[in-house]
């Protein structure tokens, strides 16, 4: 028998272009803080890590800031963002294509994001039904990316072993969680010229590409699971 396979989508940077209201967001916030931080720091350094890791490293550079402040700051910085989510956002160009492509697949958004985050991005885009329930976030599990337990978390929700995942993921962050969870990767790199994909990856540089791998992945799969049921 041929096991299905779940598909399991990175949000930021992988569903949606939330990525440069996010850097500019935190850029206000953080140099505010007083941790020196600018919109091009996010892409060049800190895409797709959790926040708390980001202002980790730069106390290391600039200096401990007060918790209460930084806990303030977190708060306010999360409700503008939001509300420039509901407005501002767009879908990364293809990930619409892709998802009707995929829609007989179950499918899952695992993300270092806080739940409500990755509701409001889905719902501004009109993607909410084709994921429902099934949202996992690092801040509900209690894991991030690059922790493989996020993913791994998220496989065992839905019903599913690792080895019969695909993960699509942006970041190299993501790309490393999941690939250390045994799980499929396919690296959406759209930054091929700055990002190499790691080992063990699949790369892809357009969400409109992604169908295809699926489908040669599934053939694939398909005709291993046949050479083994005839070898019985």
């Known amino acids: 028998m041929i096991r299905p396979l779940c598909l399991l989508f990175d949000c930021d940077g992988t569903l ?13 916030s953080l140099t505010r803080l007083g941790l020196p931080f600018q919109a091009s720091d ?4 800190f895409r797709g890590s959790r926040f708390r890791s980001i202002v980790a490293t730069l106390e290391e550079r600039y200096g401990s800031v007060d918790p209460l ?3 303030e700051t977190e708060i306010e910085m999360r409700s503008n963002l939001n509300r420039r989510l509901e407005t501002e956002l767009l879908a990364i160009t293809g990930a619409r294509e892709a998802l009707l492509a995929l829609v007989d697949y179950p499918c899952g958004v695992v993300s270092n994001g806080p739940e409500n985050k990755i509701r409001t991005s889905l719902k501004a885009i009109g993607f909410a039904d084709f994921f429902g329930t099934h949202l996992y976030s690092g801040y509900t599990a209690n894991y991030w990316k ?6 791994l978390h998220a496989a065992s929700m839905m019903g ?6 695909i993960a699509i993921d ?12 045994g799980m499929t ?7 091929p010229d700055a990002e190499e994909t790691p080992e063990g ?3 892809i540089s357009s969400m409109y590409q992604l169908p295809t791998v699926i489908e040669n992945l599934a053939h694939t799969r398909a005709m291993d699971s046949r050479q083994v049921a005839h070898a019985r």
Request: aromatic share 8%.
């Open 16 to 28: 949606v272009d939330s990525e440069p209201l996010l850097a500019a967001e935190m850029a206000v």
């Open 42 to 45: 996010y892409v060049g350094e």
């Open 69 to 71: 402040h930084l806990a």
């Open 146 to 151: 690059p922790d493989p337990r996020l993913y």
């Open 160 to 165: 599913f072993d690792a080895e019969d995942c």
């Open 170 to 181: 942006d970041a190299l962050v993501g790309v490393k969680a999941a690939l250390d969870a």
């Open 185 to 191: 990767v396919v690296h959406l790199n759209r930054y």
């Open 201 to 203: 990856a699949i790369m």
